[in-house]
């Protein structure tokens, strides 16, 4: 069994590192907010004073942090990942981030004698609930595979997409298909309401038919029809829309990278900063619903 330092405890680590826990491994969790500490130690995580403190004693370091600039943080400096690691430690990134954040980890990891891995996942707080995430691995062959062989709890598909940042890519890729098809979601579900079918009689016709989409399935707009979605619990979030704003805008800045048109991605980014814009940043990015609500209320 391992020693593992989990270093970000929010909806998805929290749920993650259970998994972990319950097939054996040490888990040594840290985290700024008190209230995520709090229950990832009632869920049997061992709460770390610090991140030297959590990573001097681990075989592996899994970071599930906001954004890239939070990465960095925990990486760099003389109280980071990098300074107190031990030598033969694999080190991993869950969270999303900005593609140079992924390759400065990978960089700055080969240099100092690390294996780092990017390993962003897909599923959101259910995948992480239930043990069944899509992992994407993108570095060397021998780092993927032992990453692979630890975050077997947590995972129900696990890629190897190719060597470093390319775990990322897909993932960034992935999430701006998803908060389209949210985008899509949300106004289906409101055309469908003004048009007089009953909510539960379409989504079973969308469920069935060439609507259907992940975003319908587990994150319908709708209260009462995903038992999980956020819709039933006032929109509080499950995916905020201030992080579903980060991947979308990342997305949109690689496509001007590239030279790639997304006017649907900019269309759906245009409803997250609405909700931003509001002071709602903090609640689920399927509010976006209410803009296509004829009076506004969901
Ligand atoms: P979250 O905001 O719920 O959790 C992030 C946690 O990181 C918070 O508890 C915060 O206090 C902690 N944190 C911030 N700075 C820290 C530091 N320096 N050291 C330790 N902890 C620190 O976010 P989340 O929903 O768990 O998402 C985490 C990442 O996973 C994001 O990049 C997100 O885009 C991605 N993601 C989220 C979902 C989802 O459905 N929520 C799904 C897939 C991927």
Redo the contacts with the bound molecule.
């Keep these: 069994m391992a020693t593992i330092a989990w270093?970000?405890?929010?909806?998805?680590?929290?749920r993650m590192s259970a998994h972990l826990i319950a097939a054996g491994h040490t888990v040594l969790g840290?985290?700024?907010?008190a209230a995520?500490l709090e229950q990832a130690v009632a869920a049997g995580v061992t709460p770390a004073a610090s991140?030297a403190e959590a990573v001097a004693a681990a075989d592996a370091v899994i970071t599930?942090?906001?954004?890239g600039e939070?990465v960095r943080?925990?990486y760099e400096g003389p109280d980071g990942v990098w300074e107190h690691a031990q030598q033969g430690a694999v080190l991993f990134d869950?969270?999303?981030?900005d593609i140079e954040t992924s390759q400065w980890c990978h960089t700055g990891s080969a240099e100092r004698g690390f294996a780092f891995v990017d390993a962003?996942?897909?599923?959101?707080?259910a995948?992480?609930s239930d043990g069944t995430?899509a992992f994407m691995l993108g570095g060397a062959p021998q780092h993927v595979e032992r990453v692979r062989e630890l975050i077997g709890p947590m995972a129900g598909n696990v890629f190897a997409t190719g060597g470093p940042t390319t775990g990322i890519a897909a993932?960034i890729v992935n999430?701006m298909m998803l908060f389209i098809a949210q985008q899509a979601s949300a106004e289906g579900s409101q055309l469908a309401l003004q048009l007089g079918l009953d909510p539960q009689v379409f989504w079973d016709v969308v469920s069935a038919s060439s609507g259907r989409s992940w975003a319908q399935q587990t994150w319908y707009p709708v209260p009462g029809i995903v038992e999980r979605a956020a819709a039933n619990q006032n929109f509080d979030?499950?995916?905020?829309a201030d992080?579903a704003r980060?991947?979308i805008g990342l997305a949109v800045r690689a496509g001007a990278d590239t030279g790639v048109s997304l006017p649907g991605a900019h269309a759906a980014m245009a409803q997250l900063d609405r909700l931003i814009d509001e002071g709602l940043g903090h609640k689920d990015s399927s509010l976006v619903v209410k803009y296509s609500s004829p009076d506004g209320t969901v």
Aim: aromatic share 2%.
């Design positions: 270093i970000g405890l929010g909806n998805m680590g929290s840290v985290d700024p907010s995520a991140v599930m942090l906001p954004k939070h943080r925990v869950s969270s999303t981030v962003p996942v897909s599923g959101g707080t995948g992480a995430l993932k999430n979030a499950t995916f905020s992080l980060k991947d």
